[in-house]
């Protein structure tokens, strides 16, 4: 467009010799910071904008139909208000809708939103064990679709980690939340039971979110925040589960992200895959 022989001054910087407004000739900035940690005491800094977002919209809108739908969006400025009057001034033709048509399209547009975010919305619904039952009556409760034998049942328990103080859960263990009886000399049944019901509940999530994408393979994004840091092989024992009881049919699905392992580079992969359409859960706390 700076080239374009077509190009041309609207509105005041048309009938005026000059505009000198930031809006119409961009401006450049000299900001003097003191710094005492370093070893000059003062620091310029030197930011300059030729072309402001105010000028391109006004330029484009005086050549072509242009429908401002937000001027809510952040601009790369040091200047954090946009100058809507500005534009309104440099271009020649300028409708507003009625009030009660952008009431019409402001409920609109929030239903839509709404709409979309339900769908979005991940329901995990937790059986409550019957006092007594065995682990993997728990297990097998959770997902009733299954075709997993007891045996295949016992195997996935029997791998599950986070259990407390490295003990391995047994299969054939009571799901007893409340009980003091002791496994070992620091742990106790109801203390192994919680983890393996929050490993459980984790697991439906991780569940729903494959479900999702059967549904509709455009879905590709999920995101299941923890409380904690999920380590590599809790996520290699999620993701063998998944496979195992159907959900899953493709490797390095899940994908670990801790603040403490350069999360933006971790992030930016992911995102490319996701552009690729490919299936990725993020388990962080980040």
């Known amino acids: 467009m700076r080239d374009s022989p077509q ?3 609207t509105g005041i ?13 961009g401006f450049t900035v000299h900001i003097l910071e003191s710094n005492r940690n370093k070893r000059t005491n003062a620091e310029v800094s030197r930011y300059a904008q030729k072309w402001t977002p105010e000028l391109l919209l ?3 809108a005086s050549q072509w139909r242009v429908i401002l739908v937000s001027a809510t969006a952040e601009t790369e400025s040091i200047f954090s208000n946009f100058g809507l009057d500005w534009v309104y001034n440099n271009i020649p033709y300028v409708y507003h809708l009625p009030k009660k048509i952008e009431q019409l399209l402001n409920q609109e547009n929030e239903e839509r939103n709404k709409a979309q975010s339900d769908k979005g919305k991940i329901a995990v619904q937790w059986i409550k064990p019957s006092p007594g039952a065995k682990l993997r ?6 997902f009733p ?8 049942i016992g195997d996935l328990i029997s791998e599950m980690l986070s259990a407390p103080a490295g003990i391995g859960y047994d299969f054939n263990w009571q799901y007893k ?7 070992t000399q620091k742990v106790t049944i109801g203390t192994a039971c919680y983890y393996f019901g929050r490993n459980l509940k984790l697991l439906k999530a991780l569940a729903a979110f494959c479900q999702k994408n059967w549904e509709r393979p455009s879905r590709v994004a999920f995101i299941a925040y923890t409380n904690r840091n999920i380590r590599e092989a809790e996520a290699k024992w999620y993701e063998t589960a998944l496979q195992k009881l159907g959900y ?10 801790s603040a403490k392992d350069y999360p933006e580079k971790q992030l930016e992969r992911v995102k490319a895959d996701w552009a690729q359409g490919k299936l990725k859960i993020i388990l962080t706390s980040y």
Do not use: M, W
Not at 177 to 183: F, L, R
């Open 7 to 9: 190009r041309h001054q």
């Open 13 to 25: 910087a048309a009938n005026l010799t000059s505009d000198n407004s930031i809006f119409g000739k």
């Open 58 to 60: 006004a330029t484009l």
């Open 137 to 142: 009556d728990v297990f097998k409760a959770s």
């Open 145 to 152: 679709d299954s075709q997993l034998s007891y045996p295949e």
């Open 177 to 183: 939340p409340e009980s003091n009886e002791k496994i």
């Open 248 to 257: 899953l049919d493709q490797d390095k699905t899940l994908v670990c992200i």
